[in-house]
């Protein structure tokens, strides 16, 4: 993605979250946007303006009444000598502020003074995200024209679970960079992108299923969209949120998995990232079986539709690139070979999650396999693989 020629005027507000501003301020300036920070004194809390200042390569502005500042640069000339306004975090406190056009400190005072357009990214505990007050500020915002980049689901700092957790760095750029006309490398590109397991019914309460978390699939799709694309992505079961600016359709099983990618079609890209379970019973239960003390009942299983070998089977609707996931424990290189070779597919991402932590944990360790051979990445964070890849895609496909 470029954003050469490009500023954004960062605001970042206070909350655990705001050590994340770091890692979006380093994906803007390596797309060559130039940034420049406001620290609110709750975010500083939490981060420096060195800090900021380091990885921006600009000064932090900080106090509304700095007479120093004021010299330099007014806040009024400041508010507006960015293309774009970023919140991130926006805590529940500012997003308040915005909503009422308070306006007591810098922060604030520059949101209301810009004539510029904003984009707020939403990080907070799951009950202040889900009060009254916090939705009806949404609404407000949202209707003058702010964009709001939703929170991911998950696990908090504070011990609770749920929505409020801010959206990855990766996708507030692709909010970023849509927010600003820059298409990105993928623009005008469809990528479907399956994630997540399926769950096959063995009666109305059991099924059989695997521990897929979708955390790596829905980070793709996160990641593709970031650079332009418009991304399908079809989920299984899974407990995250959809990723924003991404076109999420659920199913269950695997049958209902195949019938949604083939209604996507056609594709530049395709990529495989679910956890399709191989099995499904060849007869399900109307009923709950219910253990009567004789012998377990007899599961008689028949095989899945393959959708990565319907992709990437020759013929007019086959997607340029296509791209398998092989999960294994063991002689990963042998085994994830042999698939690539048997499904017919461009590319096998490889993963060994025979130890603990992979199979629905955030790291993984994968080795790419391609015409050329194999590449063995490091341990990595789940998003830093969707990046490196969906870049990767991009190269391909582009």
């Known amino acids: 993605m470029t954003l050469a020629g490009k500023r954004v005027l960062l605001i970042v507000s206070g909350g655990i979250a705001a050590y994340k501003a770091l890692e979006l301020i380093r994906l803007l300036t390596k797309a060559g946007c130039g940034v420049r920070c406001v620290l609110t004194k709750a975010g500083a809390q939490f981060v420096t303006p060195l800090s900021l200042q380091a990885l921006s390569g600009e000064k932090v502005y900080t106090d509304l009444f700095s007479l120093t500042d004021e010299s330099e640069m007014g806040h009024i000339e400041l508010s507006r000598a960015a293309d774009l306004v970023v919140v991130a975090p926006a805590s529940a406190d500012i997003l308040a502020k915005m909503a009422a056009g308070l306006a007591d400190d810098l922060a ?8 510029k357009p904003v984009l707020a990214a939403p990080a907070m505990n799951v009950r202040m995200w889900q009060h009254a007050a916090t939705q009806a500020n949404l609404e407000t915002l949202a209707k003058r024209g702010v964009v709001i980049v939703p929170p991911d689901e998950g696990p908090m700092a504070c011990g609770e679970y749920g929505p409020g957790r801010l959206a990855e760095p990766p996708v507030i750029l692709g909010a970023i960079a849509r927010a600003l006309g820059a298409g990105g490398p993928l623009a005008g590109k469809h990528v479907i992108v399956t994630s997540g397991p399926t769950h096959e019914p063995i009666d109305p309460v059991r099924y059989l299923g695997n521990r897929s978390s979708g955390k790596q699939g829905h980070a793709i799709a996160a990641a593709l969209a970031g650079l332009g694309a418009r991304v399908t992505l079809v989920s299984g079961p899974v407990t995250l949120s959809d990723p924003f600016g991404v076109k999420t359709v659920h199913v269950e099983t695997a049958i209902e998995m195949l019938n949604a990618v083939k209604a996507a079609l056609p ?19 109307d009923q709950k079986i219910k253990k009567t003390g004789d012998a377990p009942p007899a599961l008689t299983l028949t095989e899945n539709p393959d959708i990565l070998h319907m992709l990437a089977a020759p013929g007019p609707q086959r997607p340029r690139l296509v791209v398998g996931f092989a999960a294994e424990t063991e002689h990963l290189f042998t085994h994830a070979a042999a698939k690539r070779a048997r499904k017919n597919c461009d590319w096998i991402v490889a993963n060994n999650v025979g130890g603990t932590g992979i199979m629905g944990g955030d790291m993984n360790e994968i080795t790419l396999i391609t015409e050329a051979g194999a590449d063995v990445w490091p341990l990595m964070g789940k998003q830093d693989v969707a990046i490196k890849l969906a870049a990767l895609i991009a190269q391909e496909v582009s």
């Open 108 to 115: 604030t005072t520059l949101l209301l003074a810009t004539d």
């Open 267 to 285: 594709a530049d890209a395709a990529i495989c990232a679910a956890a399709v379970a191989d099995w499904r019973v060849a007869m399900q239960a």
